[in-house]
C-alpha cells in the first residue's frame, strides 16, 4: 500500500529572521542593480553564432551556463558560456559590499535568498533564452584520452537557444534524439569521469533530500519529503563544470595568483576505516583500486552500498578555499582539491556565489597577459573567509529546513514504525543514522544495527519547535513496517 505524507504549512520566514537572511537590499544596491549595463561592452567578441544551451533543474531562472559539447575528432570541443557578473557589479559600489556581505545564494523549500538582486540574478545577467547576454566564455579541446590540449578564455555576446532541464536531457540520450548543441555531452562524461577517477577523485551518491509543495491542490500549502530527482544528465553536466574549474585552476596554479577550492587528501585513517567496514559488510575492495574507484562500482540498490558511501563522507572532511596572491610560494598539496583528482577553482556559477566573480577575473587577465585588477587582488585575502561563512550559512540553512520538515511530517507519528536501512552504527559518542525512502528521511536512531543493514525502526521523537526526530530500532520478530502505517490525509 502507498502512503503519501504531508505536512501542514511550514514558517520558513521564521527560519530566515533566525538565520538573519533577507531578500531586501539596501536602497543604494538596489538602485545599481536597476541601473546595471555592461561595463566591457566594447571588449566582447560577438559569439551568438554558436548553438548554446542551457541545462538546469526545471524552473531555474538564474541561469549561470550555456554549453555547447560536440564530438571533436577522437575527442570533443566544449563552450561553456559563464554569466559575466563582473560587468554588472562596480567594484567598490553598494551592490559590490552588499555581495560581499552574503556571499552566496541561499535555499530555502519555498524559494531563495538570492546574491544578487534577481532584476540581475533572473534577469540582466541570467543566460536566459533568445536573449543576447554579456558572458565570458570557456573554449576547451579535450582529446580522446580525456586530457584538455587547448584553453581559452574571452568576453563574448552570446544567446542561447534553449533552456533545458535534466531529465528530459537524459531522456533524450536514451531516445537517441539528444539537441545538437550537445551531442557529445554523454560521451564526454562518461570519459572525464572515468578520468576523475582514475587520478583519484571520489564521487558520493548518498541521498539528496528536499521538502517540496504538494501539488494536490486539496492539500495546498502543505509539504511533503521526497529524495532529489537524479539522471545521469546530472552527472554528465557536472563534468563540464569540473573541467572548467580544473582548467581554471591550472591557469591561476601557472600564473602563481588566484582563489583556490581546495581539499586535502584523504588520512590513513579514514581510507582504513572505509576499508574496515567493507571487509565487515563482506562487499569486495578489487586490488589496486583507489577509494573513489572503488565506491563507484558499488551497486547502487544494495544496503552495504549507502553505509559505504556514508563512510566514504569522512575521505572528504576538510574542504576550504585558499588565496595564491603572487610571489608566494606554496606547494601544490595547499591548492589541490583531492575530491576531484586535481587543481580546481570555483568559476561557474557567479549568479549564486561570491568567489567566482574574482576567480574568473584572474583567469581573463593571466590569459590576456595583463595585471589582476587592483579590486581583484585586495579581496583576496578576506575571500576564503567570507566564503567559508556564506558556505556555512547555506548549509545550515538546508539542514533546518529539512530538520522542520522531517519533525513537521511525523508530528503526529509517534510509534508509527518504518522499513529502514542503516546508514551508520552508533559509536561512544554518536546515535546511528538510518535512512527511510518515503518519506525521505534521514535521522538518528538509537539502538540501531550495523550501518548496512535493514530494519525495521519507530518513531519516538518528532518535535516541529525544536526541529527534532528519533527513531529505535525494533527486533527481529516486529511485522514489516508497511502493515503498521497508518493512512494520513
Not at 562500482?297 to 558511501?309: E, F, G, I, N, V
Request: proline content about 8%; hydrophobic content about 40%; aromatic content about 6%.
Amino acid at each position: 500500500m502507498q502512503f503519501r505524507w504531508r505536512a501542514p504549512s511550514i514558517d520558513f520566514d521564521a527560519l530566515r529572521q533566525e538565520l538573519g537572511v533577507t531578500e531586501r537590499f539596501p536602497d543604494d544596491a538596489w538602485a545599481e542593480a536597476e541601473n546595471a549595463h555592461d561595463r566591457f561592452a566594447g571588449q566582447r567578441v560577438d559569439r551568438t553564432d554558436l548553438e548554446l544551451v542551457t541545462v538546469d533543474p526545471p524552473g531555474s531562472k538564474d541561469l549561470d551556463q550555456a554549453v555547447r559539447l560536440v564530438p571533436d575528432g577522437d575527442g570533443f570541443l566544449v563552450h561553456y558560456a559563464i554569466a559575466d557578473v563582473a560587468a554588472l557589479v562596480e567594484p567598490g559600489g553598494a551592490l559590490d559590499a552588499e555581495t560581499r556581505r552574503r556571499g552566496t545564494t541561499v535555499y530555502f523549500p519555498d524559494g531563495n535568498v538570492p546574491l544578487h538582486p534577481r532584476i540581475i540574478s533572473e534577469g540582466a545577467g541570467s543566460l536566459l533564452p533568445d536573449v543576447d547576454r554579456p558572458a565570458v566564455l570557456w573554449t576547451v579541446r579535450v582529446d580522446g584520452a580525456g586530457d584538455v590540449t587547448e584553453t581559452t578564455v574571452e568576453r563574448a555576446v552570446v544567446r542561447s537557444r534553449a533552456r533545458l532541464d535534466y531529465q528530459g536531457v537524459a531522456a533524450d540520450a536514451v531516445a537517441g534524439t539528444m539537441n545538437p548543441a550537445i551531442s557529445g555531452l554523454q560521451a564526454f562524461g562518461e570519459l572525464r569521469e572515468k578520468w576523475s577517477l582514475d587520478r583519484g577523485a571520489v564521487q558520493l551518491e548518498l541521498p539528496d533530500q528536499e521538502v517540496v509543495p504538494n501539488t494536490n491542490s486539496k492539500y495546498r500549502r502543505r509539504w511533503t519529503l521526497q529524495l532529489a530527482p537524479r539522471t545521469p544528465a546530472d552527472g554528465w553536466n557536472a563534468q563540464v563544470s569540473l573541467l572548467v574549474g580544473m582548467c581554471a585552476g591550472q591557469i591561476m596554479r601557472t600564473a602563481g595568483t588566484g582563489f583556490f577550492r581546495t581539499l586535502p587528501a584523504a588520512t590513513k585513517e579514514a581510507v582504513d576505516e572505509l576499508r574496515s567496514v567493507a571487509r565487515h559488510l563482506q562487499v569486495p575492495w578489487p586490488d589496486g583500486d583507489s577509494p573513489g574507484q572503488f565506491l563507484a562500482t558499488l551497486p547502487p540498490d544494495q544496503p552495504s552500498t549507502l553505509a559505504l558511501m556514508t563512510q566514504g563522507a569522512r575521505l572528504m572532511r576538510g574542504a576550504g578555499y585558499r588565496a595564491l596572491e603572487p610571489g608566494e610560494q606554496v606547494g601544490d598539496e595547499e591548492l589541490v582539491h583531492a575530491g576531484v583528482g586535481g587543481l580546481y577553482a570555483h568559476v561557474t556559477a557567479p549568479l549564486r556565489r561570491l568567489g567566482d566573480r574574482f576567480a574568473t577575473e584572474i583567469c581573463l587577465a593571466v590569459t590576456a597577459g595583463r595585471p589582476v585588477d587592483d579590486w581583484v587582488s585586495a579581496a583576496l585575502p578576506e575571500l576564503g573567509k567570507i566564503m567559508s561563512g556564506a558556505d556555512s550559512l547555506s548549509s545550515t540553512a538546508n539542514r533546518r529546513s529539512i530538520d522542520l520538515a522531517e519533525a513537521t511530517v511525523l508530528a503526529d507519528q509517534i510509534g508509527t514504525r518504518f522499513d529502514a536501512t542503516v546508514m551508520r552504527q552508533a559509536g561512544a559518542k554518536r546515535a546511528g543514522e538510518i535512512f527511510i525512502p518515503v518519506p525521505a528521511i534521514i535521522a538518528p536512531c538509537s539502538p540501531s544495527p550495523d550501518a548496512g543493514q535493514t530494519c525495521v525502526v519507530e518513531v519516538t521523537v518528532a518535535d516541529p519547535k525544536a526541529g527534532e526526530v528519533d527513531f529505535a530500532a525494533i527486533g527481529p520478530d516486529t511485522p514489516p513496517a508497511e502493515a503498521q502505517a497508518p493512512v494520513t490525509s
